[in-house]
């Protein structure tokens, strides 16, 4: 069967990077915000308590300042140590062939490299993100499939969401049918 899209590029350490830090934003975002909001709030709490019992507002500053560096650990080095230590997982495993070659077929893609062949079903795709110079494919199990933007041989970018959308949602229509039968 002829792929109907090829993405064809060699995975850098930056590109990895990108990626990894593209999904630790998406997966992890939201919850880090929490985090903050919720220092913020026992931030607001302790400097009323200070103030309330007459404390130095050099407590008031020292604890922004706790806060502050918590919060740049949590944005900033604790995403990049997590994709550092991805990539050196993605290099012990792979050593230096790091050469991808995707391919999109009806019903599957097919990831070649490093000697190893993985085949995704479309229906385990969750979602599509996209960063500076990738397009990043989320399924089921924490696979992440990076794909470059511009490493399209056949086909394209918008043809792969695209076919990817509809066999998504060729199963959902026939289970609502069922449902208008019963």
Not at 2 to 28: H, S
Not at 34 to 56: C, H, P, Q, Y
Not at 83 to 100: I, S, V
């Amino acid at each position: 069967m002829e792929p109907l899209a090829e993405n064809r590029f060699v995975i850098t350490k930056e590109l990895y990077y990108e990626g990894a830090l593209r999904v630790d934003r998406e997966r992890m975002g939201p919850f880090i915000k929490k985090v903050m909001l919720a220092l913020a709030a026992a931030w607001a709490v302790l400097a009323a308590f200070t103030l309330f019992s007459r404390g130095s507002l050099v407590f008031i500053l020292i604890e922004l300042v706790v806060i502050a560096l918590v919060g740049v650990w949590l944005t900033v080095f604790f995403p990049r140590n997590r994709a550092r230590r991805g990539w050196r997982a993605l290099e012990d495993r792979c050593g230096t062939d790091l050469e991808r070659v995707t391919r999109f077929y009806e019903d599957r893609l097919e990831i070649d490299g490093a000697g190893a062949e993985v085949t995704i079903p479309y229906e385990e795709a969750e979602e599509f993100l996209t960063s500076e110079h990738l397009l990043i494919l989320l399924s089921t199990g924490k696979k992440g499939v990076l794909l470059a933007q511009d490493g399209f041989t056949a086909g394209s970018a918008g043809l792969v969401q695209e076919l990817i959308e509809q066999y998504r949602a060729a199963p959902d229509d026939a289970d609502e049918d069922e449902d208008e039968d019963e």
